[in-house]
């Protein structure tokens, strides 16, 4: 009998959207598995410069698969600086480890280098993870082709997370025959519509903000941050004045004093504010809402799983179309909203277009069938065959 493939990965820290997957794999696939973290973030509790908090994930991040944390000797050790994850003995690690092939989490940091140079002189094949894309900045400068051209090359298998995805890196020299989709996907075990206590805590949560039963809601969860735009949602939502309707905010950041100015101009209980929750908490945030929005035109919303999250408890989204999960999953007028980040207006009027159709049961009815379809094919099961796919082709090459 053939052994199951050694698989390796390389990842920066625990992550609450990866964990999920990992033990996925180690109890529904025959691959011995082992991730190779970098950092203690997500599980020891740690200041998140963007939330401007301290937290750590309240769901358990370290059991049901195998795993090992790398010492990182870096200064200030962290993923926002290329020296931020400096992990000398992660070669020595792996080789004793003997993988079939690593699969590699991103490569902007001094430890990824290492283990690029690593795993090409021991013929170790290499998979890369990324989900970078090129919308609204076209592509980029000809001496940063070139080098991702490079770097890319070194790899012998991709795992694109969707369209956006896919086209960036066909743009950079990826032949069509590396690349695997293996799309993004989150806990749907977690995010699951039929569980009583997830209706229990949304309806909680509604008495608590003082919302009628028959009150519309819009939801925006992530950070308070320019770039996600939540003051021009505030301004489109502000501009419409929707009857019975609220818009509720999750989270923290930098835009949450000029939010809470702007929200003092809005009529008593229409505008309200929840700070940030943490994973286990989110599926009543969902269920609260009629509609999630994110409204992002920044480069770096390279997906956007929130939205795969309220998808999955039936709750249609609105946003733009910088965020990278766009075109697989939200089909304007089909799946939920779409609208350009760079038309003045646009938001405030493809949110009145939302509201319109939440109104009309039938079409709210058709709506929900048609997200629940398209949903259905980002889940594990998915991403897993990609991977899979992906493996056999890097170690049979």
């Given at each position: 009998?053939t052994?199951?493939?050694?698989?390796?990965?390389?990842?920066s820290?625990?992550?609450?959207?990866?964990?999920?997957?990992?033990?996925?794999?180690?109890?529904?696939?025959?691959?011995e598995?082992?991730?190779f973290?970098?950092?203690d973030a997500?599980?020891?509790?740690?200041?998140?410069?963007?939330f401007?908090?301290?937290?750590?994930?309240?769901?358990?991040?370290?059991?049901?698969?195998?795993?090992?944390?790398?010492?990182?000797?870096?200064?200030?050790?962290?993923?926002?600086?290329?020296?931020?994850?400096?992990?000398?003995?992660?070669?020595a690690?792996?080789?004793?480890?003997?993988?079939?092939?690593?699969?590699?989490?991103?490569?902007?940091?001094h430890?990824?280098l290492?283990v690029?140079?690593?795993?090409?002189?021991?013929?170790?094949?290499?998979i890369?993870?990324?989900?970078?894309?090129l919308?609204g900045?076209?592509?980029?400068?000809?001496?940063t082709?070139?080098?991702?051209?490079?770097l890319?090359?070194?790899?012998?298998a991709?795992?694109?997370?969707?369209?956006?995805?896919?086209?960036?890196?066909?743009?950079?020299?990826?032949?069509?025959?590396?690349?695997?989709?293996?799309?993004?996907?989150?806990?749907?075990?977690?995010?699951?519509?039929?569980e009583?206590?997830?209706?229990?805590?949304?309806?909680?949560?509604?008495?608590?903000?003082g919302?009628?039963?028959?009150?519309?809601?819009?939801?925006?969860?992530?950070?308070?941050?320019?770039?996600?735009q939540?003051?021009?949602?505030?301004?489109?939502?502000?501009?419409?004045?929707?009857?019975?309707?609220?818009?509720?905010?999750?989270?923290?950041?930098?835009?949450k004093?000029?939010l809470?100015?702007?929200a003092?101009?809005?009529p008593?209980?229409?505008?309200?504010?929840?700070?940030?929750a943490n994973?286990?908490e989110?599926?009543?945030?969902?269920?609260?809402?009629?509609?999630?929005?994110?409204?992002?035109?920044?480069?770096y919303?390279?997906?956007?799983?929130a939205?795969?999250?309220?998808?999955?408890?039936?709750?249609?989204?609105?946003?733009?179309?910088?965020?990278?999960?766009?075109?697989?999953?939200?089909?304007?007028?089909?799946?939920?909203?779409?609208?350009?980040a760079?038309?003045?207006?646009?938001?405030?009027?493809?949110?009145?277009?939302?509201?319109?159709?939440?109104?009309?049961?039938?079409a709210?009815?058709?709506?929900?069938?048609?997200?629940?379809?398209?949903?259905?094919?980002?889940?594990?099961a998915?991403t897993?065959?990609?991977l899979l796919a992906a493996?056999?082709?890097?170690?049979?090459?």
């Open positions: 009998m052994p199951a493939p050694r698989l390796a990965v390389v990842l820290h625990p992550n609450q959207y990866y964990i999920p997957w990992f033990r996925w794999l180690a109890a529904n696939t025959s691959l598995l082992r991730v973290y970098l950092w997500g599980v020891t509790a740690r200041v998140d410069p963007q401007q908090t301290s937290f750590k994930w309240d769901v358990d991040l370290l059991s049901g698969y195998d795993h090992e944390f790398v010492p990182n000797t870096a200064r200030e050790p962290g993923s926002f600086r290329f020296s931020g994850l400096r992990n000398p003995t992660l070669p690690r792996l080789a004793a480890w003997r993988p079939d092939a690593i699969l590699l989490f991103g490569y902007a940091y430890t990824h290492r690029l140079l690593w795993a090409r002189l021991h013929r170790v094949p290499l890369f993870r990324g989900d970078s894309h919308l900045r076209g592509a980029p400068p000809f001496a082709r070139c080098a991702l051209r490079l890319y090359a070194q790899f012998a991709f795992l694109p997370v969707g369209a956006a995805n896919r086209d960036y890196f066909t743009l950079l020299g990826v032949p069509d025959h590396r690349l695997h989709f293996a799309p993004h996907a989150v806990d749907t075990a977690l995010f699951n519509p039929a009583p206590s997830h209706h229990a805590a949304a309806a909680t949560l509604r008495q608590q903000l919302l009628a039963l028959s009150t519309r809601v819009i939801l925006f969860a992530g950070k308070f941050s320019p770039a996600k939540p003051r021009e949602l505030l301004a489109a939502f502000l501009a419409l004045h929707p009857l019975d309707t609220a818009l509720v905010f999750v989270g923290d950041g930098e835009e004093s000029a809470h100015a702007l003092a101009t809005a008593a209980g229409s505008v309200h504010f929840l700070p940030f994973q286990s989110m599926p009543a945030r969902y269920l609260l809402a009629d509609l999630f929005v994110l409204p992002s035109r920044g480069h919303e390279t997906w956007g799983l939205v795969n999250e309220a998808m999955h408890l039936g709750v249609p989204a609105l946003v733009s179309d910088r965020v990278g999960c766009q075109r697989d999953l939200v089909t304007d007028g089909e799946t939920g909203w779409v609208f350009s760079d038309t003045p207006g646009a938001l405030q009027e493809k949110l009145s277009h939302a509201l319109a159709t939440l109104a009309d049961p039938a709210r009815a058709r709506l929900r069938a048609a997200l629940a379809t398209r949903i259905a094919g980002y889940t594990y998915q897993t065959a990609g493996l056999t082709a890097s170690v049979t090459q």
